[in-house]
């Protein structure tokens, strides 16, 4: 029997047949690219811990620069404890499994577990970096601002309070505004800001309106970006206070 391919039948037909086909080719090509994505969402992370103190690497160069630079990565619970340590080669699902993957801080998502665990339940990173000479220790963190997410890293000097280095970003905040969260301009500003007062006790780094350079605990908040001011504020002081017992424990040893 003739196919009538000017019927609206075959039409129809040929619509669904082109849109299951397009369907099948584009989750294929999805699931080809997935292990590249993975891949470069690793090289971007190790390229955002190295900028936090200051190594400044090409994507390409992430890799190899973040095996020299981080010699160990630890795992905190809620209380400051450690859960783990780790050194070498980062664990990879295809490699060594899934429980050795969960197991290494690197892979701890921070972002998933602010979103959906209990901030009794999350795990926290720490990276600890041979520069120059001097022990650094890298604190990942994540908030809120204005319009979705804002993460990023605070590199602390080895006498534990003084900050050498810091960075942010986001995924949705204003540009001019509360975007500019990722411009030296305003990371710069943290750099030698104490965590910790006179009397050793956690003040963290508040990001006020109008903040001076003589306040060693405060840096100078985005003008017309006064929620995600606050929300870097809200995620430093949240976050870095997780790790004040380890802190202090190791000032003790």
Excluded at 17 to 22: D, F, H, N
Excluded at 149 to 154: A, C, E, R, V, Y
Excluded at 161 to 181: Q, R, S
Excluded at 220 to 243: H, N, P
């Amino acid at each position: 029997m003739a196919i009538n391919k000017e019927g609206t039948g075959f039409t129809f037909g040929f619509a669904i047949i082109m849109v299951v086909v397009v369907g099948a080719l584009l989750s294929l090509a999805a699931m080809g690219l997935k292990p590249f994505q993975k891949e470069n969402l690793k090289q971007e992370q190790m390229k955002n811990i190295l900028g936090s103190v200051g190594i400044e690497v090409e994507m390409s160069e992430a890799s190899a620069n973040f095996d020299k630079f981080i010699v160990k990565r630890i795992m905190l619970d809620s209380d400051g404890n450690v859960l783990n340590e780790k050194s070498g080669q980062i664990a990879t699902l295809a490699n060594d499994g899934q429980d050795a993957f969960d197991a290494d801080p690197f892979n701890v998502d921070i972002k998933k577990e602010y979103r959906g665990l209990a901030s009794s339940e999350r795990r926290y990173p720490l990276f600890i970096c041979e520069k120059d000479g001097q022990t650094l220790y890298i604190v990942p963190m994540v908030g809120k601002g204005l319009w979705g997410p804002i993460w990023g890293f605070i590199s602390l000097k080895d006498d534990l309070n003084t900050v050498y280095g810091a960075n942010f970003d986001h995924k949705t905040e204003t540009p001019g505004l509360g975007a500019e969260i990722n411009t030296s301009l305003f990371t710069d500003q943290f750099k030698d800001d104490r965590i910790f007062d006179e009397k050793g006790e956690f003040t963290s780094i508040a990001v006020k309106k109008s903040a001076t350079g003589d306040n060693p605990h405060a840096v100078d908040g985005i003008t017309g970006g006064t929620i995600t001011s606050v929300g870097v504020s809200e995620m430093v002081e949240r976050t870095l206070k997780v790790y004040v017992p380890y802190f202090k424990n190791l000032k003790a040893a």
